[in-house]
């Protein structure tokens, strides 16, 4: 046993020292030295959520691999390894005052007047905002909410699988399936006792079912009919506490370069807060379908706006792609009438989708059409994408009152030039004075040219910090 031992130890000595010599081949052959001597002597100076663990490529693997198990949930990453922007900080939960149902009624109420009159949350679908909100500040991703998926605010249970995600293992996905197996026999048992609950007179049903039976009333049509369609339609929503306020944190160092883009297209700043519903400014979000960045725009309408090609991807860059969410929303705004909900539902659901559903309700009443509109491509997301908003704005503009702990990261104050030649990032580095992880803090679009070493084209517009020499000389001709 003693001599297996040894020759195991011996075998992953020999792998890593292959290891080690094919990695630095690569290192060598991909990039310059002096780009990599840049990297080692700017690893004390980081940011903490720039991790240089990134920076060990593997073209093989995903970054969303590198990251810790309860964080892969929450967003997806393109497969490109120099991502070194994309990593998300465990950041400890905030700790929270004790949310009553009165607390929420008021701040969604607007109970201070923070909080444009245009943005107030209409009665027709305030319990659906109120749904969403308490996603976002009550319950985190350890809470399985089944729900009713027409009527999303008629909760039928919570289920709690924290101890089964904390339970010890050698593969987390195991819990995460113990978990999903405990939530979906929870699911058909409610959806038994529903069907069950149909056939019943109110006076022989239980506890249980008498209160979802009081959360019916306010549906029209027979008591029968209402329930059958009730366990027709059960949906399971994770919470997003734990994420929400990570994206708390983390929107310190945007937010307010957001704000002071959407003034000066005129546009009301609560606009800034869609990121939250988004990505929760995750810069490297991107979801299954292609979008991608902080305002996850699809390649299609992105490119209507910012440049997106094999080298750059613009979505990546938060102001950049606010410049673009600012003109698509104002655009929006003044297709459909000026109203910022239809704005906004476009924004998801496209002006031309939401005309029909306008057109098929006879409305321009966003509340009602969130109520009583559904048809193929207006679904669940689309139907409840204005009271997510709604419901992000005020828990964030209403922060202090939810949270005791308003920490959050200090803003990147920035400047913009535009290159006068173009440059190969190592050259470009030299003149402009940064290191290449401060130009990826501002520019997180440029990883592909900096790990491909490709020239830079004349006239691209960068980001500096505000403190630039260079950015505040030349940000005068930059726009």
């Known amino acids: 046993m003693l001599k297996i031992r040894n ?23 991909t990039f310059s030295d002096d780009f990599i001597s840049k990297i080692k002597s700017t690893k004390d100076t980081l940011p903490k959520i720039i991790s240089l663990k990134y920076l060990a490529l593997n ?26 922007h994309f990593e998300l900080v465990n950041i400890e939960a905030e700790k929270k005052v004790e949310l009553t149902d009165e607390v929420t009624d008021q701040v969604l109420s607007d109970f201070q007047n923070r909080i444009s009159p245009e943005f107030a949350v209409p009665e027709i679908i305030f319990n659906q905002t109120k749904f969403w909100f308490k996603v976002y500040t009550e319950f985190d991703s350890n809470k399985k909410i089944i729900h009713d998926s027409l009527h999303p605010h008629i909760i039928y249970d919570i289920v709690d699988v924290s101890e089964i995600m904390a339970l010890p293992t050698r593969a987390a996905w195991l819990n995460v399936e113990k978990a999903q197996k405990i939530v979906s026999k929870r699911v058909s048992e409610i959806r038994t006792k529903l069907k069950k609950m149909s056939k019943k007179n109110e006076k022989d049903m239980d506890a249980e079912e008498l209160g979802w039976l009081a959360s019916f009333k306010e549906i029209k049509g027979s008591q029968k009919k209402i329930i059958l369609r009730a366990s027709q339609n059960l949906r399971v929503q994770t ?3 734990d994420f929400f306020e990570k994206g708390l944190l983390v929107s310190g160092r945007y937010l307010s370069g957001i704000e002071e883009i959407f003034r000066s297209h005129k546009l009301p700043t609560e606009l800034a807060r869609l990121p939250f519903v988004e990505s929760s400014f995750v810069i490297g979000a991107t979801s299954k379908v292609g979008a991608a960045g902080i305002w996850q725009f699809m390649p299609g309408i992105g490119r209507k706006f910012m440049v997106i090609n094999d080298q750059f991807d613009e979505r990546r860059n938060p102001w950049k ?21 239809l704005a906004l539902t476009a924004y998801n659901h496209g ?4 005309k029909a559903a306008m057109k098929k309700i006879g409305t321009r009443d966003i509340g009602k059409i969130v109520r009583n509109y ?60 940064f290191t290449y992880q401060e130009i990826l803090l501002y520019n997180p679009e440029l990883d592909r040219s900096f790990k491909k070493n490709s020239i830079i084209p004349k006239g691209y517009r960068l980001f500096l910090p505000a403190s630039s020499k260079l950015a505040s000389v030349e940000s005068q001709n930059a726009q």
């Not at 020759?7 to 290192?27: P, Y």
């Not at 093989?60 to 393109?78: G, M």
């Not at 002006?351 to 939401?354: A, L, Q």
């Open 7 to 29: 020759l195991l130890k011996r075998c992953n000595l020999v792998l890593s020292c292959i290891l080690s010599f094919l990695i630095g081949a690569v290192l060598t052959a």
């Open 239 to 241: 919470g997003q506490k």
């Open 59 to 84: 073209a093989d693997e995903p970054v969303s691999t590198a990251l810790p198990i309860d964080l892969q949930d929450e967003a997806s990453f393109k497969e490109d390894p120099l991502n070194i």
């Open 321 to 341: 792609a606010s410049e673009a969410a600012a003109k698509l929303l104002k655009e929006n705004h003044m297709i459909l009438y000026k109203n910022w909900g």
């Open 351 to 354: 002006p031309g989708g939401v």
């Open 374 to 433: 559904r048809s193929r491509n207006f679904d669940f997301a689309s139907a409840n994408f204005y009271t997510c908003f709604l419901a992000a704005v005020h828990a964030q503009i209403y922060r202090d009152v939810i949270w005791t702990d308003r920490t959050t990261e200090s803003p990147l104050l920035y400047s913009t030039t535009r290159l006068k030649k173009s440059m190969k990032p190592a050259e470009m580095v030299k003149a402009i004075g």
